[in-house]
């Protein structure tokens, strides 16, 4: 680890200058400034408060994720990782981002020069010059349904889908499906993929037809529903599972726009349970994802890899829960 | 959760006599006491020590894994359990263990009566009776290398392997390989089976023929690879891998033995890291688990279980280690 000397040589210049880079003081150009953060960066400089065990300063990235209000997805996420990090004494500094922060500098200057010794990125859509740079930074950051290999610096956290839709398909089977259609995420998500082969594995565990017509990727917003919805009717869905609350919502409105009812006509499952799940009516049956325990768990995974544990992914229970949107097939 | 005078009220008999039941106190008969117990377990009594936050008790229990002397797998793992225990102020018991403990008593029954908040077990074959009482407990466990579902008190800490599996292959790969074996553990562990799944899907990466005569399951110890080496060589193996260092050991010894060199006519791969990988002759190229930071990782699961925060699995990079056991594939 380099020395504050050191990138003073290196930069040839003086040991001074250095400091008031790395410290932010006003009587240097911005140019110095940036100079001095990059070799920093470069060198693998950590300032001494960084270093010091108590008294860390994390920072949040928030990208495409509602959060504001506590209805919303990202809002428990936060809030359970805010408590978690007060429990440690940590500094938590919540960044609304979007894209040009990604491309306008790099991640580890960022995050030097703002003081931070470890992020939590959620609900990003990551740019390929911020994937490169995770692929290489030593700062210690957790992602949340993003995975970076061979990084010891970085952690996934996560649901593990696959118990909570292994559930949610044999509650439909008990209740007779036999033709249960899966509208899933956008297609490029890492999440959206292993929810997929989690409900292809359901199906065949309860000896199941998987029928590429009653599964299609769409988006996390209740308006994908009117393109698949009429596709899944045609091939006899009798059940449609949702990747999200949001999708399902849209799954009802279309089934009800096509004068059939649910769960009369159709079962509907969701994912997620957000506030909206049990206030729907008929309230959603629905995979919960321990939202709170999400944020906590990725404090649990950041003070592991600060300390230099590399844990690589720290996953948690989805739960199927049982409403009023599912019922026995018409027979 | 029950008072001391409901288990009285339910047992009809003096809340004096329950309350020495719990404590241990020598005044009672053993039945007494067991009843007292039983009672206690299945009316969810948790006793006043155990619900404070600090000064917790919890126990390691070792089976069937060689842990006392630093070459071996447990030891790293136990000590780093230790360490991480201890900046928490955990009181931590090591209890060598057999599946006579498993039959003879109630699990849940065993850590009350005990006081220990928390368990931690490694190196398990599980009995099915422990499986059963696992499924149900309500006891914080964490447990190495199996899998418990549908109990939000249960976690699995373990290796993701697919990493180092896909690494070591590439490395293969790039010294000419082609016709790759894997000696895998034991059929029945979970661990294995989700190693032979990351060999065959990295193989499948780098376009090589995913061959059967090629993969073997056998059981952790060194002898195992009498049975399988010689098939593997008259299939055209040039390399080897396998599921622990202790097998990679005996595939070097049978190789030797047929008059062939490591890695001149055969490179060999092992598994662990464990000390005596780097002290063969030829030193063992290998994929590190890295037992410390498991055992670490262990408590850090264990505490979020403690605080409901219902983790599933907590998985660590594995990292492939080049040494002198692979080589050129000779042409």
Redesign the interface.
């Known amino acids: 680890m380099a020395t504050i000397k050191q990138i003073a040589e290196h930069l040839g210049i003086a040991v001074s200058t250095v400091s008031k880079g790395l410290n932010g003081a006003n009587d240097i150009s911005e140019e110095t400034r940036q100079m001095v953060l990059d070799a920093a960066v470069d060198m693998g400089y950590i300032t001494k408060k960084m270093r010091k065990r108590d008294n860390k300063k994390v920072c949040v990235f928030v990208e495409n994720m509602d959060y504001e209000s506590i209805d919303q997805f990202g809002y428990d996420i936060i809030t359970g990782f805010q408590k978690e990090a007060m429990r440690r004494k940590w500094d938590v500094t919540i960044i609304p981002t979007n894209l040009n922060l990604q491309t306008s500098e790099k991640y580890d200057t960022y995050m030097l020069k703002n003081g931070f010794t470890g992020g939590f990125l959620i609900g990003f859509t990551l740019h390929e010059d911020w994937i490169k740079q995770l692929h290489e930074t030593s700062v210690p950051t957790v992602l949340f349904d993003n995975y970076i290999?061979?990084n010891?610096h970085i952690g996934y956290v996560g649901t593990?889908s696959y118990?909570g839709i292994h559930?949610a398909v044999k509650h439909l089977v008990n209740l007779g499906h036999k033709k249960i259609a899966f509208l899933n995420g956008s297609k490029n998500s890492m999440v959206s993929q292993q929810r997929q082969m989690a409900f292809i594995q359901s199906l065949q565990e309860f000896s199941l037809e998987v029928n590429k017509k009653l599964m299609e990727y769409g988006y996390y917003v209740p308006d994908c529903a009117r393109y698949h919805v009429p596709t899944f009717i045609e091939n006899g869905a009798t059940a449609i599972m949702c990747a999200s609350d949001l999708i399902a919502t849209g799954v009802v409105t279309e089934v009800n726009r096509r004068g059939l009812k649910v769960p009369e006509d159709i079962s509907v499952i969701g994912f997620d349970d957000l506030p909206i799940a049990a206030r729907q009516l008929p309230a959603l049956s629905t995979i919960r994802q321990?939202r709170s325990?999400l944020g906590?768990?990725a404090v649990?995974l950041l003070?592991?890899l600060m300390?230099?544990?590399?844990?690589?992914?720290?996953?948690?229970?989805a739960k199927f829960i049982e409403r009023d949107s599912t019922g026995i097939v018409k027979s």
């Open positions: 290999s061979d010891n593990d118990e559930d321990e325990n906590k768990s649990l003070d592991g300390s230099e544990v590399s844990i690589s992914k720290i996953l948690l229970r």
